[in-house]
């Protein structure tokens, strides 16, 4: 194992945890919420189905609408 397949080994273990952190974070805040279990049980099926996009679109829109309320 050369050095250069060893740094990529290393960046996409980190991209991994990056995205795998992304993912529980916005899971936990779905969960924490204050709003109607529908709405809860939708966001966590986008986050379940599209992990990486359902993640972002929580943090974009859904944090979003729920400081709203």
């Known amino acids: 194992m050369d050095i250069a397949s060893t740094g990529f080994i290393a960046a996409g273990l980190i991209a991994c945890g990056v995205i ?3 993912i529980i974070v916005a ?5 924490r919420a204050p709003m109607e279990p529908a709405g809860r ?3 966590v099926l986008i986050i379940v189905v599209a992990p990486v ?4 679109a929580w943090f974009a829109i ?5 400081a709203l309320r």
Request: net charge positive; proline share 0%; aromatic share 4%.
């Open 62 to 66: 859904g944090h979003k609408v729920r």
């Open 53 to 56: 996009l359902g993640s972002i």
């Open 20 to 22: 795998l952190a992304l």
């Open 27 to 31: 899971l936990v805040q779905v969960a």
């Open 41 to 43: 049980a939708i966001w």
